[in-house]
């Protein structure tokens, strides 16, 4: 998943929606969050969530990556569609695909399928839970030339945020103590099929990433649907991630930012969520979330590995099963339930 950074121009040019939920952040500093965190990372959350199962969400990657590249139009993606669905179900959600189609940067028309899950769908309080499950179709940033037009696993960058979800829903339907929100799951397609490396014309680049999420961002699966916020995963799994605030995460839902940082600080995983803004210079990592903000109306934070860039195995050959780590699948994994355990209906 390349992902594109907006410059502070476009950011300005964001929705009144925007600049609202970044009111109550005017004028602090990454120093005043870690501050603040620091304060409370050490004492223990009112409610403790069960345990999230590492050993399990591997096997969910696993079970993703054994169907190939999951490429629009192919027997794969159609495969793993089938699996994600028929899973979704055996964990207690009510389905649905949304289907659409989507032109990449090199005019061919793909089709897309939005995977879309609920829990406790009376609940009036919802909370969205989000990945993108599409792989890329080339591997534009190996090193070696000879494979960069061949498909990626993408077991961490796609199968590893989808993993985390599905083990997140098992491991309430088989807890005796559920949360007292509603749970949505989409997953998104086509997230991955963006402008490649060094290719020519690379006109409105930034336009030719997310297409699942900017589809249902603006046709979503019910009318007037909104959530409280969203979680969005995206490489979640590999060796040595690390995860910093996601500027456009500040931007948008900062509340949310701090609450999801903070609480993985007092599960001890502050090594790991990094409770410092993201040295990305101006603007934000372009990824579903910004749909979900921007569009949807949706405060949404993204869970996503980036320190000074988004790893050696990011479109590469790399980004197989070999780079799967449990202890961060864990990590962020455990932090999540925690956030939704905390949650309590309106």
Not at 21 to 33: A, I, P
Not at 174 to 199: Q, R, W
Not at 268 to 276: M, V
Not at 322 to 342: E, F, N, R, W
Request: neutral net charge.
């Amino acid at each position: 998943m390349k992902k594109l950074f907006f410059s502070s121009i476009l950011i300005l040019l964001c929705t009144c929606f925007a600049c609202e939920t970044n009111k109550n952040s005017e004028g602090q500093t990454n120093d005043s969050l870690k501050t603040e965190s620091n304060n409370t990372q050490n004492s223990k959350p009112a409610v403790k969530a069960p345990e999230f199962n590492a050993d399990s969400a591997f096997v969910f990657v696993e079970r993703q990556v054994a169907f190939g590249p999951r490429i629009p139009n192919s027997k794969a993606h159609e495969d793993c569609a089938n699996y994600l669905v028929q899973t979704l179900q055996k964990l207690g959600a009510t389905t649905e695909i949304q289907n659409f189609d989507a032109t990449s940067f090199d005019k061919k028309v793909w089709k897309g399928k939005n995977i879309i899950g609920s829990i406790n769908p009376q609940a009036t309080k919802r909370i969205l839970l989000a990945a993108h499950w599409d792989s890329r179709r080339f591997a534009d940033k190996d090193k070696d030339t000879t494979v960069r037009k061949k498909a990626i696993d993408g077991a961490d960058d796609g199968g590893s945020g989808v993993a985390v979800i599905l083990e997140i829903l098992r491991t309430i339907q088989v807890s005796p103590s559920k949360p007292t929100v509603g749970i949505d799951v989409i997953f998104f397609d086509l997230e991955d099929d963006g402008t490649p490396e060094g290719y020519e014309p690379q006109d409105n680049e930034s336009s030719t990433w997310c297409y699942g999420s900017k589809h249902w961002s603006k046709n979503k699966h019910k009318t007037n649907y909104s959530a409280y916020f969203g979680i969005l995963f995206d490489m979640v799994g590999a060796k040595g991630a690390t995860f910093y605030h996601e500027p456009f995460s500040l931007e948008y839902a900062q509340s949310v930012t701090e609450e999801v940082w903070r609480t993985a600080g007092q599960l001890g995983y502050g090594h790991i969520f990094i409770n410092q803004k993201a040295n990305i210079g101006a603007g934000g990592i372009m990824d579903d979330h910004f749909y979900v903000n921007r569009d949807a109306k949706i405060p949404m934070v993204d869970i996503i590995n980036y320190g000074s860039g988004f790893g050696a195995h990011h479109h590469t050959q790399a980004d197989n099963i070999k780079i799967i780590d449990k202890s961060v699948l864990k990590a962020v994994g455990q932090t999540a339930l925690q956030v939704l355990y905390q949650q309590t209906a309106q």
